[in-house]
């Protein structure tokens, strides 16, 4: 495989063949200015790119990262841009590469990846599994109930990335919280804002920004899309929640992710009779329900020392195939996990390469385990649209087993 025209990213060399494929994928406009942030992106992370007469064609660009589970810590490889020129498309250029940066995460010690998509079925071929549905709210901020004492806020602009990424990775995090590094890729996320507004609160030791919103305005009355926050607890949320609500005066719609662990439309006044009224208008009162993230398992043995589950445990055969292996298979080192493991999910939990006699057998893709294991559905609904196949006594030992609230990363990438 030495022959295949990959190769290490290198930022003088390859620079200006990146830009230009931004351009062409339709990324980025043709400006100085869009070129420089992508041009600071690439100095991040790890990048390896595809060529054909030694141009670049084809980049795949990661970056470290770590990731909540229940209330422990792993390791993640987040992929953050995938990308192929004009000329090289369908020449297996991303998804070859895609899979060499898991290896690499891999072996930097990385046990989960994730990612952003384009489309679902792509990164399913390198056993990434979709995960649950975000909720997408667009709602008008007057409507908001709250009655928090306004307090006026500090402007942010791309200059303070260092203060929104210690807020963000400070942040009230739940199941499946991810938080990316280093600060300068919050840096990148900011200056690819167009119109940006930044409102925020310096009251973290020594008077670091503790919570803040972050987007991007459109037209004079909105809809202001709201695509970074963070806070750490309740009065931070409330008072977060009162500073959308003080644009009312003028902005007619805010649309953002649901912040994960609460219910927006506990918070709208009469949002059914809203709903009817703004139906089809530019200022409706939306929600809409979208899976537009995936994970993987890169290393099962470390995932499943850090997962603690209440209740009844199980054991048993794990069967796991990983579509990487075909992929990957002419190359040294990790080539994916698929293998036999006997697996006990429980308080204490392990993954041990080998099978036992008499345990019940699960057969299941990387995909499907990884979106079981990391609490998207339950086995019972996997084993319906997904790769995973087991007896209907052990389907539901494992429904029991495994009882997660929905993962949320709350940081888009
Ligand atoms: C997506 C993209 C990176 C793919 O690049 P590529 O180098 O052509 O991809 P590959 O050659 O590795 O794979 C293409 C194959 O995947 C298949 N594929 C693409 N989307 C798919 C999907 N949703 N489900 C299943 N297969 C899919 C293609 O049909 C093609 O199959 P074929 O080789 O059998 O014809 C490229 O189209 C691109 O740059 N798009 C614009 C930027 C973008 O959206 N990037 C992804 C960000 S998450």
């Not at 295949?4 to 931004?22: A, L």
């Not at 938080?179 to 167009?194: G, I, Q, Y």
Request: proline residues 5%.
């Amino acid at each position: 495989m030495s022959n295949r025209p990959f190769r290490k990213f290198d930022h003088e060399r390859d620079i200006k063949s990146v830009q230009r494929i931004w351009v062409e994928c339709g990324w980025i406009d043709d400006e100085d200015h869009d070129k420089e942030v992508v041009s600071d992106l690439f100095r991040l992370g790890e990048t390896e790119v595809g060529t054909i007469d030694d141009e670049a064609e084809c980049s795949v660009h990661w970056t470290e990262g770590k990731i909540r589970y229940q209330n422990e810590t792993l390791d993640l490889g987040a992929v953050t841009a995938v990308t192929t020129s004009h000329i090289a498309r369908k020449l297996g250029f991303a998804k070859v590469l895609t899979a060499r940066s898991l290896a690499r995460q891999h072996e930097v010690g990385k046990s989960v990846s994730a990612l952003g998509i384009f489309e679902q079925g792509f990164y399913d071929k390198i056993g990434y599994g979709t995960g649950p549905y975000e909720n997408l709210v667009q709602f008008d901020p007057a409507s908001l109930k709250v009655s928090y004492p306004f307090r006026p806020p500090k402007r942010l602009t791309d200059a303070d990335y260092k203060q929104m990424h210690g807020a963000l990775c400070n942040r009230r995090k739940f199941h499946g919280a991810v938080d990316l590094h280093p600060a300068e890729s919050v840096r990148f996320e900011l200056k690819s804002t167009d119109k940006p507004f930044g409102l925020g609160y310096y009251d973290g030791p020594d008077g670091r920004l503790s919570h803040f919103i972050w987007g991007e305005r459109k037209g004079e009355y909105g809809p202001y899309d709201i695509t970074i926050r963070a806070y750490q607890n309740r009065e931070q949320l409330m008072e977060l929640l009162t500073l959308v609500k003080s644009l009312a005066d003028q902005v007619s719609s805010i649309s953002t992710l649901e912040f994960g662990e609460f219910q927006l439309q506990d918070l709208l006044n009469q949002p059914f009779r809203t709903r009817r009224s703004t139906k089809g208008g530019n200022y409706a009162q939306l929600l809409e329900a979208v899976a537009f993230w995936q994970i993987r398992i890169l290393d099962l043995e470390a995932c499943l020392a850090k997962t603690h589950l209440p209740g009844p445990g199980v054991r048993f055969n794990l069967e796991l195939t990983d579509p990487v292996y075909e992929i990957l298979k002419g190359e040294t080192g990790w080539q994916g996990i698929s293998g036999d493991y006997v697996i006990d999910l429980g308080e204490e939990s392990s993954a041990r390469p080998g099978s036992e006699s008499g345990l019940p057998r699960l057969k299941a893709s990387v995909n499907a385990f990884s979106r079981l294991w990391f609490g998207v559905r339950p086995a019972t609904n996997l084993a319906i649209t997904d790769e995973l196949y087991g007896d209907a006594q052990l389907l539901e030992r494992l429904d029991a087993a495994v009882r997660l609230p929905k993962p949320h990363f709350g940081w888009d990438f």
